[in-house]
């Protein structure tokens, strides 16, 4: 028998350093040679093989109730072609499962990416466009032997939709 769900609005707000410090990191566009910095992705790949590659995802709608975590590296996703997306995520913490209310949506824009810090619960990319490319780098056996995701409906009995304003 299905389970009834609750719809949760998450208000899509756009990213900024600040607002997604929580989650991760905000990457920005710089000059070519700037010396490395706090303003640089600062990445966690040392639990095993780094993997870069192009993730070609279909639209899938804007609702989710499902949210993933990866407690043993960072990920960092971008879009190709300067496409906006959105990223639905909750900070890392002990607990099994995030609180409902932690959980925020973000728009990215083309032209930057974003570093998730370790254990950042997230759900997407989600977009409009019908097919968008994603880069993604984490570890060769992130979604093997590091996937821990949480159910939200047979947890709270919600699922999560993004509220584009």
Request: with cysteine; aromatic share 10%.
């Amino acid at each position: 028998m299905p389970q009834s769900s609750h719809l949760v609005q998450l208000p899509v707000q756009a990213i900024t350093v600040d607002n997604f410090a929580p989650f991760g990191q905000l990457i920005l566009p710089t000059e070519d040679g700037k010396p490395f910095d706090a303003d640089d992705a600062q990445l966690d790949l040392s639990n095993g093989i780094p993997r870069f590659y192009i993730m070609r995802l279909e639209h899938r709608g804007l609702t989710f109730s499902r949210i993933t975590r990866h407690q043993g590296c960072t990920q960092c996703l971008g879009s190709l072609e300067g496409k906006s997306w959105m990223i639905a995520v909750a900070p890392p913490g002990a607990a099994n499962k995030p609180a409902i209310a932690d959980i925020q949506a973000f728009q990215i824009p083309g032209n930057c990416f974003i570093k998730l810090h370790v254990g950042t619960w997230h759900a997407g990319p989600y977009f409009e466009d019908s097919t968008v490319d994603f880069y993604n780098l984490e570890l060769s056996d992130t979604n093997i032997v590091d996937h821990e995701t949480c159910n939200l409906t047979s947890s709270y009995g919600v699922e999560c939709q993004l509220a584009i304003a």
